[in-house]
C-alpha cells in the first residue's frame, strides 16, 4: 500500500484528528527521497492498523520548510494526540525507521524465516544485484539483504556517463531499479533489512538481522562504502546545517548560494559540476595542485565561470553560528591561512568500505576484504564483490563483474560441498 500524498491543511485536519500520524516531508529531486520510497511504502503497509501513513512534497507548498522547521530531507516526523513526538532524519535502512516508531507503537511481529538459501547477499547495489541475477538464472535459491534501496551509492549519482549501453548516460538511480527488476523478474527475492551480525564460519552460515535469522550455504558481500568524514570539531552536529555528503541529494537547498566542495577526485568534481548549475558560486578546495579527477571533467569545471578553484589547501575548521557561514581553510605549501564565507560545504574526499560485520572473520587488508579477481575471500563460499574487496578499480562497471564471478564460484563450491 502506498503512502498517500497530502497537502497542508490536510495535514493539519490529520494532527487536530489525534490519530497516530508518521508524515515524509520529501522531494522530488532529493535522492535520498527516492531511495527511502519503497521502504516507506512498506512501512505504510506494515503499521497500516496502527497509524495513518502520509507524504507532502515540500517543493510544492512555499514556505512549508521554513514552517515546519525541515531542514534536511527527507525528514519522518510522527504526531499523535495532536503533537509531535519526534522525527528521524535521512534514515540509511528501514531498520532504523522501525527502531524510530518502536518507541511509541506495539513493536511489530517478525516472521521466522526457516528457509535455507543456496545464497544471501548482504547489499543491494549493482555488485549485489547482478550476484542475485546470476544466481536466480543458475537456479540457485538467493535472497538479497538490503538496508533501504538498490543501488547503493551510485542510486545517489546523479548522471552516469560510463557504464555501456546507455548512450546518453542513466540517473544512478534509475540504473539501481532496473537492475533490481530483473533480478526479481528471474526470482530473486528483496528483503529491506539490517543485518546485524555474521556468523560466516558456521555451516550453514548465519546472518543475523532486523528482520530475523537468516541461513545460507553461500554469502556475498556486497556491503560498499561509505563517505569519509573531515574528522573536524562540530562536523556531526552540523550535519544538515551546512555540511554535506551529497550533492545529488542536498544541493538544491543551497540555491543561489556561495558553497564549498572539498576533495579533488571524480566525485569531488562531479559534484562541484552539479552544484554550479545550482549555487551562486561553488569553491572547490584541493590539497594539491591538480585535480585527481579524470580529464573529461576538468574542461567543464575550468570553463564555469561561477567555479573557483583554491588549490594546495585543506580546511582547519567550520565557522558557524545555528548553521555554517564560511571555512577556514591553510595552504599546505606556505601555512597561510584565509577565511571563505559560504553557506554550503559538500565534503566529498574519499569513502570507507563497509567491511565492520566481517571483522575478525575474513582476512583484512587497511579495511577492504582481501579477495582476487575470483571474489574468493579466506572463508569456503564467502565473497565480497564491488568497492568492499581489495582491487585497482571501483567503477559500477568492475562491481557487475565481480557479481557474475561470484555466482560461478559459488556455483563451483555448491556442487563439491
Known amino acids: 500500500m502506498a503512502a498517500m500524498n497530502i497537502n497542508e491543511a490536510q495535514l493539519h485536519d490529520l494532527i487536530k484528528s489525534n490519530k497516530t500520524i508518521l508524515v515524509d516531508f520529501w522531494a522530488p529531486w532529493c535522492g535520498d527521497c527516492r531511495r527511502i520510497a519503497g521502504a516507506y511504502d512498506q512501512i505504510a503497509d506494515e503499521y497500516a492498523d496502527q497509524m495513518t501513513v502520509v507524504k507532502i512534497n515540500v517543493d510544492e507548498i512555499e514556505g512549508i520548510r521554513e514552517r515546519e522547521e525541515i531542514r534536511r530531507i527527507p525528514t519522518l516526523r510522527l504526531y499523535q494526540n495532536g503533537k509531535a513526538l519526534g522525527q528521524i532524519v535521512e534514515p540509511p535502512a528501514k531498520a532504523d525507521i522501525d527502531a524510530f516508531l518502536s518507541g511509541v507503537l506495539p513493536e511489530k511481529k517478525q516472521n521466522a524465516d526457516d528457509q535455507l538459501y543456496d545464497m544471501i547477499i548482504i547489499g543491494g547495489g549493482p555488485g549485489g544485484y547482478t550476484a542475485a541475477l546470476y544466481a536466480a538464472r543458475a537456479g540457485l535459491n538467493s535472497l538479497v539483504l538490503e538496508r533501504l534501496s538498490a543501488g547503493g551509492q551510485m542510486a545517489l549519482t546523479h548522471q552516469i556517463d560510463n557504464y555501456p549501453g546507455f548512450a546518453e548516460g542513466i540517473g544512478g538511480f534509475e540504473l539501481a531499479q532496473q537492475m533490481q527488476q530483473q533480478a526479481e523478474r528471474f526470482g530473486a527475492k528483496t528483503k529491506n533489512a539490517n543485518v546485524t551480525r555474521l556468523d560466516l564460519r558456521a555451516n550453514p552460515k548465519i546472518i543475523e538481522t532486523s528482520e530475523g535469522i537468516f541461513h545460507a550455504r553461500t554469502v556475498v558481500l556486497a556491503t560498499g562504502a561509505n563517505p569519509r ?170 562491481a557487475v563483474a565481480d557479481g557474475a564471478m561470484a555466482v560461478h564460484m559459488a556455483e563451483e563450491y555448491l556442487a563439491s560441498h
Not at 230 to 246: D, I, M, S
Request: charged share 25%; with cysteine; proline share 3%.
Open 229 to 398: 568524514e573531515l574528522g573536524l570539531p562540530q562536523e556531526k552536529e552540523l550535519l544538515g546545517r551546512g555540511v554535506a555528503y551529497c550533492a545529488a541529494c542536498d544541493g538544491m537547498f543551497y540555491k543561489g548560494k556561495t558553497v564549498a566542495v572539498i576533495g579533488g577526485g571524480n566525485s569531488a568534481a562531479a559534484d562541484a559540476l552539479l552544484l554550479s548549475r545550482i549555487a551562486e558560486k561553488v569553491i572547490l578546495i584541493h590539497r594539491r595542485d591538480t585535480l585527481r579527477a579524470t580529464k573529461i571533467y576538468h574542461d567543464p569545471l575550468l570553463q564555469a565561470k561561477n567555479v573557483e578553484f583554491r588549490w594546495n589547501s585543506v580546511v582547519t575548521e567550520l565557522l558557524h553560528d545555528d548553521m555554517v557561514t564560511g571555512l577556514r581553510i591553510k595552504n599546505v605549501q606556505t601555512g597561510e591561512e584565509a577565511e571563505i564565507p559560504c553557506q554550503g560545504v559538500f565534503v566529498s574526499i574519499g569513502r570507507k568500505p563497509a567491511t565492520e560485520l566481517a571483522e575478525n572473520q575474513l582476512e583484512m587488508e587497511n579495511g577492504y576484504i582481501v579477495a582476487g579477481e575470483t571474489t574468493e575471500t579466506s572463508l569456503p563460499g564467502v565473497y565480497a564483490v564491488g568497492d568492499v574487496r581489495t582491487k585497482l578499480l571501483r567503477q559500477v562497471v568492475t
